[in-house]
């Protein structure tokens, strides 16, 4: 029964994304069905064109539910916080995973999406409120990669087991999850959005770097782990520092990213569970005023210094992304021995924005909290929403029967980034990483004589 409400569910999603296609295709874009229904379009033929289209929804939402139910019978519990806790333990559920760390997770994949959704109106110089997103999406920017990326070297403790080995499930399903996302997302950038964009699996799509990072991490924490802490931070710091010298380092297995954002992984990697404790002190929040502002204070002043009209002319955005060399970012003006100062201020400025954060998250459990649980769904299905809505100006809402302002807009991104992130997460779009979560590396394995 599991097996045919899987594939039920999987034929679901296979029409209702085909609706999503031809939805798109209605909004100018490339049409993927070209070749074989060629004369058929909305404005040709619209009836039949609504016909189908409301078929292959309705029909393609009913076998997905219908999967969906036959599947739940017989599925395992999946992952996401229980709802019975422990007796007397109000920040964990009756599996022991902390509430925090879900709710921290959550928090920052809505910043994640909300980056990306205002992301249009920090360049509109007709926007009064143009300079103020433009420092929100940088705040946001500085802070919520490396806080995902230091919670995550966090939770990495248990790969290495006790014994000394390790548990490779966890990077071969890292590996399930890229290459899935990797077609799907190049698929719809070329036969969707009909973009000329670099065919190879060596070159992570849009957002998923992140997962390439996680590779590349976890490959690398068998040796990690052998060596002293204080050592291997300082000497992960001193490469994020020098790889931008490098004029080669590009996007290619996200390379520059990687080794850029280094510290924040193993810095969450070492740091202990008690140490973590910390954070939910009285002292902790005291310190946090301070670490705030002056993170905040530094965001103004970067912002001036590096101003169109000023001396030092460069983006710093590309310094904050940190996908670029210090070649593509500099002018010939600028000393190269000094090139090096502004990912020094990232570093800093990234971490008091992450303590200052953390310090703030609940601990108990919330609304929001089974959400957390889920946010791979989230920060990859958003991607192609996002592609969408720059490639067709959804942004600009002129598909309103009426105009508002893009100030209003910015504003009204901001609620539909929190609905945004709230809907992916919930289960039937969570399901299809759960399912390619199953794929065992086991049967790979070199079997031990």
């Known amino acids: 029964m599991t097996r045919k409400g899987i594939k039920r569910l999987s034929v679901g999603y296979i029409l209702m994304f085909i609706e999503i296609l031809l939805l798109f295709h209605y909004q100018g874009a490339k049409n993927p069905f070209s070749l074989i229904f060629n004369s058929l379009s909305a404005q ?7 016909i189908g289209l409301a078929l292959v929804g309705v029909v393609g939402l009913g076998v ?32 022991g995973r902390e509430y925090f760390y879900d709710n921290a997770k959550f928090i920052l994949i809505f910043l994640v999406v909300l980056a990306h959704a205002i992301s249009p109106f920090k360049s509109m110089s007709a926007t009064p409120l143009a300079g103020a997103f433009m420092y929100l999406w940088r705040v946001i920017n500085t802070m919520h990669m490396p806080c995902l990326i230091f919670i995550s070297g966090f939770l990495a403790k248990k790969y290495i087991r006790p014994d000394g080995s390790i548990n490779v499930q966890r990077p071969f399903t890292y590996i399930v999850y890229y290459l899935a996302a990797q077609f799907t997302v190049g698929a719809f950038e070329v036969f969707v959005l009909g973009d000329s964009i670099s065919k190879s699996v060596l070159a992570p799509r849009s957002s998923l770097w992140f997962l390439v990072c996680l590779i590349w991490w976890y490959l690398l924490l068998p040796v990690i782990d052998k060596i002293d802490p204080k050592i291997m931070l300082t000497i992960a710091v001193l490469f994020g520092l020098l790889i931008g010298y490098d004029q080669k380092v590009s996007n290619l297995m996200a390379m520059s990213r990687m080794i850029v954002h280094f510290p924040f992984f193993i810095s969450g990697y070492y740091l202990s569970a008690g140490k973590m404790q910390f954070l939910f002190t009285k002292k902790a929040k005291l310190l946090s005023i301070p670490a705030l502002a002056l993170s905040l204070g530094s965001q103004v002043l970067v912002a001036w210094l590096f101003r169109a009209d000023g001396g030092l002319n460069f983006s710093i955005n590309s310094f904050i992304t940190c996908d670029r060399s210090y070649f593509a970012i500099f002018k010939d003006d600028i000393n190269p021995v000094f090139w090096f100062l502004p ?7 990234a971490a008091l924005l992450c303590f200052g954060f953390l310090v703030w998250v609940p601990r108990k459990k919330n609304i929001f909290t089974l ?13 192609y929403l996002y592609l969408a809505y720059l490639e067709f100006k959804w942004y600009n809402f002129h598909w309103l029967p009426f105009e508002i ?43 031990e004589k």
Do not use: N, Q
């Not at 959400?371 to 958003?382: D, E, N, Q």
């Open 64 to 95: 997905a539910v219908w999967g969906y139910f036959d599947y739940k019978k017989t599925a395992p519990k999946v992952s996401a916080p229980a709802d019975i806790t422990k007796a007397g333990d109000m920040y964990k559920d009756s599996k």
């Open 405 to 447: 302002s893009a100030t209003t807009a910015g504003i009204v991104m901001i609620f539909v980034s929190a609905v945004l992130t709230i809907v992916l997460s919930l289960y039937p779009f969570y399901l299809p990483f759960e399912l390619l979560g199953r794929v065992k590396v086991k049967p790979l394995l070199k079997k």
């Open 44 to 50: 040709s033929s619209p009836i039949l064109w609504y």
């Open 343 to 349: 990912r020094v201020w990232f570093y800093l400025c």
């Open 371 to 383: 959400f957390g649980a889920r946010t791979l769904s989230v920060y990859i299905l958003h991607r």
